[in-house]
DNA sequence: ATGATGACTCTTTTT
DNA sequence: GAGTCATCAT
């Protein structure tokens, strides 16, 4: 710890210096509620460890006494980190600091018994969310259509989201859904959630939240606990989160809440901008701090951000400024396809990473994560080195969970989830009909279905076959079981792979996956090394579902936009940016205003992650789930401001000056071949012609008019050739083509086949 | 019980 | 184009 004495002397603790004074003012306003409204690129994760380090420092209160919450397991790490370094103390890992969720699970095990669940709960996933759903609309026979297991878990999250408990949906909204039967799925789900001693993800934050408000002695305990509450990305909280938070901080309220509304994202997640707006009338007096000064991106790049950002209405209104460089112009590229521009972004990272730049500072940011492919296969090609981040993650493979059931059916024999994933798992002839008799049993003597299996081994219920590898299986489950105590965990962990014929089952699968799965459960074991115990283990895997595996290689980092909040990197590349994509047309389809405007958040969080250069691109035509799309310029392009932008332009796609084409547009047939004066080409020619009006006049027709197309009529598109029109929504065609097969097009890249000049 | 075949949906975004 | 689901043949 630092020296208090000789803090008092100098006045100002050496952490404290280089802040700004508005940064300093956040800091030291230790007592009373403070938001912190807080931009892009400003510190505020400094202002807020330095926060911590500051009230523990002076004395105000000791570790225990500072609820500290963050967002992402990264950003907990980070500030434990600066914390313990600031403070020369290593022992914050007994700290309350952490996500949501990790600090929520701390209390839930300690009172867990007052929502009818043991302190050993177990923390379930989606795959096994998704199951417990199936069957309980089986049960229901509900029409399986109209309601996919997806969507009435979602609606499920939604009211978790909201800190509503199946008593507290008001009866009217149990109505609008399916007539008020996902209502009564979601009581039989939250029933048998109880029964499997289990816990989703939703249900660590509503649990305690419920636990704040009927036991008050409990809530009371840790007003008297946390004499400072800190929380971060407070744009992020959805409803539980901040009826639970407020729950807390009504007790001292010395609460700090950082946060950007104009870096809310989450909303689809259930979090609320507004959360931010009622601070103030939640805890009357608060102080509210702005940080405006941007000390990360250039002088340009902070304009581009700031222009997107203004188009949104309803903003709290923050004018960011640098006292930086103007810097380079963000560059606009527009490309023929998502080809293209993975080939586009592999050049321009090797011409950064020939001037010296660390491929650590180079990011691909992308919206949906299907994207992430091609330009891993571009990196692939050209020997980049790149890690995703947040892809397929370690914990979320098949082999990886199939592992974990296993461990977690030996820890605890009545994770029937997890009986039910593994029972079967290498095939021991165990098929439905024999695990539903194990269902059975289990319902009528109300247990767990391994103890239903132990039981049903000792009848006739099962044809001999099935009875003697059910009997097996038991056998070898009550083995790893009676292991437990006397084996070191990661070495009894390679046993049950082995023995279980888990193991060899990959092994002897000759897919070309086999071997990076078979590699994986070893890398598996080696990670349980590294934790106290099984359950330590488990309790990490279920909240932390990602390794910390980084090797020290530099490498470009590629993942989404939702993954990048936080980051920072001097080069970002940008791609995607159409309309329908990005801005995306399920969230204004869904959201209408609302979901474009959290888009233009999404484009605005993106830009800021640049420190030195951004590079924004765009696709003419990209492929979309089996067939081609085309696509035209997002219009966050045109809310760019045109004088810190560089616009550039493959021939054909985009606005002049021409430059030679990458191998041609596709084979065969391209823009050029069609350049050959038939009548129907004029509408060809003019992309190459040099201006961008076509595009314009294809950004108004589709705002203006219907496509004019109609389904049967006979068609030629530029890449596709002829065909013949099957379907048409708006100005989006589907079309079966005759040598391309079905896709789905725009209007704009289409023209009547007669004009084309057969 | 299992594996092969074909129809179908689907991708936003994550703790 | 992949992953899931239902159906059918073994």
Redesign the pocket.
């Known amino acids: 710890m630092i020296d208090e004495s000789q803090m008092q002397n100098d006045g100002l603790s050496p952490y404290l210096t280089g802040l700004n004074e508005s940064q300093m003012d956040a800091v030291q306003t230790t007592d009373g509620p403070v938001l912190v409204l807080a931009g892009a690129g400003t510190g505020k994760t400094r202002v807020l460890t330095t926060r911590l380090a500051h009230i523990l420092a002076t004395g105000k209160a000791f570790p225990g006494q500072v609820l500290a919450v963050t967002?992402?397991?990264?950003a907990a790490q980070e500030m434990k980190e600066r914390v313990a370094s600031i403070l020369n103390e290593p022992t914050v890992e007994r700290w309350w600091l952490g996500?949501?969720?990790?600090i929520a699970v701390r209390m839930l095990r300690a009172h867990a018994e007052k929502v009818g669940l043991g302190s050993d709960f177990a923390i379930i996933d989606?795959d096994d969310q998704?199951r417990l759903v199936?069957q309980l609309l089986k049960e229901s026979n509900l029409d399986?259509?109209k309601w996919?297991?997806?969507?009435v878990l979602g609606v499920i999250?939604r009211w978790k989201d909201r800190g509503q408990t199946p008593d507290h949906v008001s009866a009217s909204e149990a109505k609008e859904f399916a007539g008020g039967r996902i209502h009564k799925i979601y009581q039989s789900y939250q029933q048998r959630m109880k029964e499997l001693n289990a816990c989703d993800?939703?249900d660590l934050l509503l649990h305690t939240l419920v636990i704040f408000q009927t036991y008050p002695d409990v809530l009371a305990d840790y007003h008297r606990r946390f004499h400072y509450i800190l929380v971060d990305e407070y744009q992020d909280t959805n409803v539980a989160q901040y009826l639970w938070l407020r729950l807390l901080a009504q007790g001292h309220q010395n609460v700090c809440c950082v946060g950007d509304d104009d870096q809310s994202?989450?909303g689809?997640?259930g979090a609320e901008v507004g959360n931010i707006l009622r601070f103030e009338k939640d805890f009357p007096g608060a102080k509210v701090v702005r940080l405006e000064r941007n000390y990360r991106s250039t002088g340009r790049i902070l304009a581009a951000a700031s222009s997107v950002i203004s188009h949104n209405e309803g903003r709290l209104g923050k004018t960011l400024w640098t006292d930086d460089d103007e810097g380079e112009m963000l560059r606009v590229r527009g490309l023929w396809d998502g080809e293209a521009e993975a080939r586009f972004v592999g050049e321009e990272t090797e011409s950064l990473q020939r001037q010296g730049q660390s491929l650590d500072q180079i990011a691909v940011l992308v919206?949906?994560?299907?994207?992430t492919r091609e330009f891993e296969e571009r990196f692939l090609t050209l020997g980049i080195p790149y890690r995703v981040i947040?892809g397929a993650?370690f914990y979320e493979r098949l082999e990886i969970r199939d592992a974990l059931a296993y461990l977690r059916l030996v820890n605890s024999a009545d994770d029937s989830l997890a009986f039910e994933r593994v029972i079967?798992t290498p095939?021991?002839?165990?098929?439905?009909?024999?695990?539903s008799v194990v269902h059975q049993l289990a319902r009528q003597i109300e247990t767990s279905l391994f103890k239903a299996a132990q039981e049903i081994v000792e009848t006739d219920e099962l044809r001999p076959?099935?009875r003697k590898s059910m009997a097996g299986f038991v056998a070898q489950v009550e083995r790893w079981q009676s292991l437990k105590g006397d084996m070191p965990h990661p070495e009894l962990a390679d046993l049950i792979l082995e023995e279980s014929g888990y193991l060899e089952f990959w092994q002897n699968d000759k897919s070309v996956e086999a071997k990076g799965r078979v590699e994986n459960l070893r890398e598996l074991v080696n990670a349980l090394g590294e934790f106290e115990s099984l359950p330590d283990f488990l309790e990490h895997v279920s909240?932390v579902?990602?390794t910390n595996s980084q090797q020290n290689q530099e490498m470009v980092s590629i993942?989404?936009?939702?993954?990048a909040k936080g980051l920072e990197f001097e080069t970002v590349f940008l791609p995607g940016w159409e309309e329908g994509l990005f801005p995306?047309?399920?969230?204004m389809d869904?959201?209408g205003l609302k979901?474009l405007e959290?888009?233009r958040r999404?484009a605005y969080v993106g830009l800021t992650r640049a420190r030195e250069r951004a590079i924004i691109s765009f696709a003419a035509n990209r492929?979309m789930?089996?067939?081609w799309a085309s696509a035209i310029p997002s219009r966050f392009v045109d809310e760019l401001p045109h004088e810190h932008i560089e616009r550039e332009s493959d021939r054909g796609i985009y606005s002049a000056p021409l430059e030679p084409s990458y191998g041609g547009f596709g084979s065969g047939r391209g823009w050029q071949d069609n350049d050959r004066g038939s009548p129907g080409m004029q509408r060809a020619r003019s992309y190459s012609g040099g201006e961008s009006q076509l595009v314009r006049q294809a950004a108004q027709k589709v705002s203006e008019s219907k496509s004019g197309f109609g389904r049967g009529e006979r068609v030629f598109h530029q890449k596709f050739g002829y065909g013949l029109v099957s379907s048409v929504e708006g100005e989006r065609l589907t079309i079966s083509f005759d040598k391309a097969g079905s896709k789905k097009v725009l209007s704009n890249f289409v023209v009547p086949a007669e004009k084309a000049g057969m």
Do not use: C
């Open positions: 967002f992402t397991n990264k996500t949501f969720h990790a989606t998704l199936k399986d259509k996919p297991p997806k969507s999250q993800f939703g994202i989450y689809w997640r919206r949906t994560g299907a994207m947040g993650r079967n095939k021991r002839g165990l098929g439905p009909a024999a695990v076959a099935a909240l579902m990602d993942m989404t936009l939702h993954g995306n047309q399920r969230a869904e959201q979901g959290e888009e999404l492929r789930h089996g067939s």
